[in-house]
């Protein structure tokens, strides 16, 4: 069964820092990855699709990368901001998975971001 | 931009309730999730459906039933509830090649 850990579980950094968070999963026939944001007591936003196919994806200040060969990922926050303090979720879709289209995710990595 | 509603955010019951968790979703996608998200257990598969009443059961479905009459609509039934089934509940759908899209979360208390 597919494993997906993110590391670290909690950071927090000054504002203004560039940051990286990364998630590793231990099979790598998948069909996309993607990255998540979650605020306190609510739902996950979708930030980043990354498909099995491609290498990257950015959006604004966001960058993930996919290296499915060693099951690794990275999401890159550029000029961290105190609004960016949240959850952040990495998860997977399998190919050819019991479980159709569901994702596994990883626990999660916790941002604080301080003035 | 993707829509995925559900009916409450707050949800307080007692054990042995039959209790019903609603969503919606405005994108026409054929697939549909239930998960629970637990502190240190994170995210779990409940349930999932991959077109109008059709259902398949998930990592974790005792103690829980779905329902799927309508494409947009994909209930949680907790047919009789106890207090370990207190969580964080959240709804999803995705299309062919697209981001999974989840709503706000319920969360259920279970007294």
């Known amino acids: 069964k597919q494993e997906v850990t993110q590391i670290p579980a909690a950071l927090s950094v000054p504002e203004g820092e560039n940051l990286v968070l990364n998630c590793s999963f231990t099979d790598s026939a998948i069909y996309n990855l993607q990255w998540f944001r979650q605020d306190p007591g609510k739902g996950l936003t979708s930030l980043l699709l990354i498909q099995s196919s491609q290498r990257e994806q950015t959006s604004g200040r966001l960058n993930a990368s996919l290296d499915k060969s060693s099951g690794r990922s990275t999401l890159y926050i550029a000029a961290s901001q105190p609004g960016d303090s949240a959850t952040y979720l990495c998860?997977?879709?399998?190919?050819?998975?019991?479980?159709?289209?569901?994702?596994?995710f990883g626990k999660g990595t916790s941002l604080l971001v301080t003035p | 931009d993707v829509k995925v509603t559900q009916s409450s955010r707050y949800l307080v019951k007692r054990t042995g309730e039959k209790v019903f968790l609603e969503c919606v979703q405005d994108m026409d996608h054929e697939n549909m999730f239930w998960y629970r998200q637990d502190p240190g257990l994170g995210l779990r598969l409940i349930y999932f459906?991959?077109?109008?009443?059709?259902?398949e059961k998930g990592d974790i479905p005792e103690g829980y039933s779905v329902s799927r009459e309508k494409k947009e609509r994909f209930s949680l039934i907790l047919e009789s509830a106890s207090t370990n089934q207190t969580s964080m509940y959240l709804c999803?759908?995705?299309?062919?090649?697209?981001?999974?899209?989840f709503g706000d979360g319920t969360r259920l208390s279970i007294l």
């Open positions: 999803a759908s995705t299309g062919t090649k697209q981001p999974q899209h």
């Open positions: 998860a997977v879709r399998q190919l050819n998975s019991n479980s159709g289209y569901a994702l596994n």
């Open positions: 459906s991959y077109d109008v009443k059709m259902k």
